[in-house]
């Protein structure tokens, strides 16, 4: 913090913006002796307390009787890219700037260093008692090398109780490690790949992209396992030589070990990481190195997009086509989106990577405004999986079963032959619902309208949408009739029960998002997949996401109709994407994979795009019904959702809100209507559907809408969610 920087000057005025939900900024008075300038990081009296701002404006006048400004913090300043992008993206989303400036404004926590990692080193005498497991871990550390403790305990072959009897025998000293660098500079000549042609002719479009300094957007399109990762490498490279900053986006998921081995086998040192599991002040450290330009990569989550860049020269952001870069809640923004815009602002090249680009992606590439990269074909000539259909229809699994003989049969195949397999099914837990045979009562979310979801794993039920947990009785709680609860449908736990019975000699695990651990439990078990410690694999979506396992050549998916009958719009695209991309993790290895789909409906437009494999025959279906149904991207949507902690509340303010939409000529408004999730978290739900022509300012008219609209009272929210994603 600097308080007192003696700058000269000093007095006058500044508009300092607050991280809170607020849509304006506020007056303050610069004391003397304190020189400010727009994206500096203040302190500033706000209410009862201090808070940190940002100064967005800065004026000429004498502050009268304003507060003052308290100091300057010792925090890297937004320059005026990232300052506009809050500004943009508060526009597009109707979201207060103050929220949007949330995002960009991370202050480090107080008085909290970043705890030192430790260090053995062999110090003094041998202990008095020498046994054997000590003189291993004694003879481990010989050369006064500093070695974390279980580096040396794992080398010695012997427990961290050895380790730290020979501590307190003063053998070994305990010291701290150096400080691992956030962000080492990468090598860009460290180890050049063989790329095919194909891959070297986008390679070179994509480095010309980044030496041309001029802001474009590309779509990087290639089937799964043709070597995307590989080839926009050559463009941060390129980056790297020119001393520019490059941003490679990803799904928090997606950031694993392999893909950190991947860079590191390229470069030389692993890029910078920002995402959920960064501690505060590897962060700070991190951000600062951001803003100095040291950092020259920075893979991250979406989060990581409104970070201080010195020279952002590149912005990548890969699997474009996933969910996960659309934030829910609070500043409702799309990563992907964005990531064109602060392009856009920095005058730097974009590149969208994905086997199965989002229809929005396509249509830009389709109609000119994006440059279309192909990777048509496998790295090294590899085939494609063979697809087939499983109609369970005519070969259906036994009673309380969910795996087809003809499934069964090619996992059973595949065992024999020492290879893996993959069943993929996108439904977390035991069951999605549980009921009681006697009386018929179900297990229901007290605060949500969904179905309690049966986890045997936890022992409990679980709502996935507010994160309640109960646990799961021996009767009925309505008529408390013992063990007569019922598991209804399945979940990849009940999967792998299945899986147990079937296969019991086979080394099988599940994956799925929600088992404690968290990221780094997931990490840590993909790259075991990887390594082919496990013969079947039982999991959900994240399975689906950019892995790359060498030994698996069966994927089979248990049920390929989930999501085919949604009411959301995008249905068929997200489907078509998910099928595309589970299936594409056969195969890419030295032998060829195939993947059987289980389906109630073979003739299914999807499924047949699937098995054709000509994603332009299912591009193509789907275009043309957007456009007709005047749906993104032909058209524009957004969502008002309102809630309150009563039903009569949130549906008198939703009716209020239809009497005044004035919809003008292009413009539709429709509802209000109970949202299908009609209560989530004890909040009462109504949801209006706005859509619009591309030629209509949505922006613009919703604001007209919501400034002559009632104010919302006592427990009354209105959330507006521009081009959403989720229809729930």
Same mark, same amino acid.
């Given at each position: ?66 507060? *003052? ?27 207060? &700037? ?10 480090? !926590? ?60 003063? #053998? ?12 080492? /500079? ?14 070297? @002719? ?11 300094? +001029? ?19 050559? *463009?941060?490279?390129? @980056? ?15 950031? #694993? ?68 870069? &659309? ?11 964005? +990531? ?33 990269? &192909? ?37 059973? +195949? ?16 035991? +069951?999605?619902? #549980? ?41 009925? !709680? ?8 019922? *598991? ?18 086979? /080394? ?41 396992? !060498? ?18 719009? /995008? ?48 591009? $193509?279906?789907? #275009? ?29 303010? *939703? ?12 413009? $539709?408004?429709?509802?209000? @209507? ?55």
């Amino acid at each position: 913090m600097d308080g007192t920087r003696q700058d000269g000057g000093g007095g006058g005025t500044v508009e300092v913006l607050i991280p809170l939900g607020l849509d304006q900024a506020y007056s303050y008075k610069v004391p003397p002796g304190l020189t400010l300038a727009p994206g500096d990081v203040v302190l500033v009296p706000f209410g009862p307390r201090e808070t940190a701002g940002v100064v967005w404006e800065t004026g000429a006048g004498s502050g009268g009787n304003l507060k *003052a400004v308290a100091a300057r913090l010792d925090m890297p300043p937004l320059d005026p890219a990232l300052r506009q992008l809050v500004d943009w993206v508060a526009w597009y989303t109707l979201a207060p &700037k103050g929220s949007v400036l949330a995002l960009a404004l991370r202050r480090p !926590p107080e008085d909290k260093p970043e705890r030192p990692k430790l260090g053995i080193r062999l110090a003094g005498p041998p202990p008095a008692r020498m046994t054997p497991a000590r003189a291993r871990a004694i003879a481990a550390a010989e050369g006064g090398l500093l070695i974390g403790k279980s580096a040396l305990a794992e080398a010695a072959s012997v427990s961290a109780a050895v380790i730290d009897s020979l501590i307190d025998a003063g #053998t070994f000293s305990v010291e701290a490690l150096p400080q691992e660098a956030v962000a080492a /500079r990468p090598d860009p000549e460290h180890q050049q790949p063989a790329l095919s042609p194909d891959q070297r @002719a986008v390679a070179d479009a994509l480095t010309g992209m980044v030496r041309e300094r +001029a802001w474009q957007v590309a779509l990087l399109e290639g089937v799964t396992g043709s070597g995307k990762t590989e080839v926009y490498f050559e *463009a941060v490279a390129e @980056a790297v030589r020119l001393g520019r900053q490059s941003l490679i986006l990803m799904p928090e998921i997606a950031l #694993t070990a392999q893909f950190l081995d991947r860079f590191e086998a390229r470069f030389g040192v692993r890029p910078g990481l920002w995402h959920s599991g960064v501690s505060g002040r590897r962060r700070e450290r991190l951000q600062a190195a951001i803003a100095r330009g040291e950092a020259l990569v920075v893979a991250g989550a979406r989060s990581a997009l409104f970070l201080p860049y010195a020279d952002l020269g590149l912005i990548i952001v890969d699997e474009e086509h996933e969910s996960a870069y &659309k934030q829910e809640d609070g500043v409702t923004y799309h990563a992907r989106d964005m +990531a064109v815009v602060r392009g856009r602002i920095e005058n730097a090249p974009v590149v969208l990577a994905s086997a199965t680009p989002s229809l929005e992606t396509r249509v830009n590439a389709e109609r000119g405004r994006y440059r279309h990269l &192909k990777l048509p074909e496998r790295y090294g000539g590899r085939s494609l999986p063979q697809l087939g259909l499983v109609d369970l229809r005519r070969d259906k699994p036994e009673r309380g079963r969910w795996i087809s003989a003809a499934l069964a049969r090619a996992v059973a +195949a595949n065992l024999e032959a020492g290879e893996q397999s993959l069943l993929f099914l996108n439904r977390r837990g035991y +069951a999605p619902l #549980t009921l009681c045979r006697d009386c018929g009562h179900r297990f229901q979310c007290p605060n949500c309208s969904a179905w309690l979801v049966d986890h045997r794993f936890r022992r409990a039920l679980v709502c996935h949408h507010c994160g309640h947990v109960e646990r799961r009785p021996h009767e009925c !709680p309505a008529c408390h009739k013992p063990e007569s609860l019922a *598991a209804c449908g399945p979940g990849v736990e009940r999967l792998a029960e299945e899986v147990a019975t079937l296969f019991p000699q086979a /080394r099988g695990i599940v994956l799925s998002s929600d088992f404690p651990g968290g990221t780094e439990r997931l990490k840590t078990e993909l790259m075991a997949v990887a390594n082919g410690e496990f013969d079947i694999v039982i999991g959900t979506q994240l399975v689906a996401k950019g892995h790359n396992f !060498p030994g698996m050549t069966l994927v089979g998916v248990v049920d390929a109709d989930l999501g085919l009958t949604s009411g959301d719009p /995008r249905a068929a695209e997200r489907t078509f994407q998910a099928l595309r991309q589970v299936t594409g993790r056969a195969g890419r290895g030295e032998k060829p994979g195939r993947a059987l789909l289980q389906t109630h409906d073979p003739s299914h437009p999807v499924l047949q795009a699937l098995i054709s494999g000509d994603p332009e025959r299912f591009y $193509a279906a789907e #275009t043309a019904a957007r456009e007709a149904a005047g749906l993104p991207p032909f058209g524009r949507l957004a969502a008002l959702i309102v809630s309150a902690t009563g039903q009569a509340e949130a549906e008198a303010h *939703a009716r209020a809100l239809a009497r005044c939409a004035e919809a003008p000529a292009g413009v $539709a408004v429709l509802g209000p @209507a109970e949202a299908p999730l009609a209560i989530l978290r004890g909040r009462h739900r109504m949801r209006l559907i706005v859509g619009t022509g591309r030629e209509i300012n949505l922006q613009a008219y919703l604001r007209a809408w919501l400034a002559r609209a009632p104010r919302p009272k006592g427990s009354v929210r209105v959330a507006v969610d521009v081009d959403p994603q989720s229809f729930l």
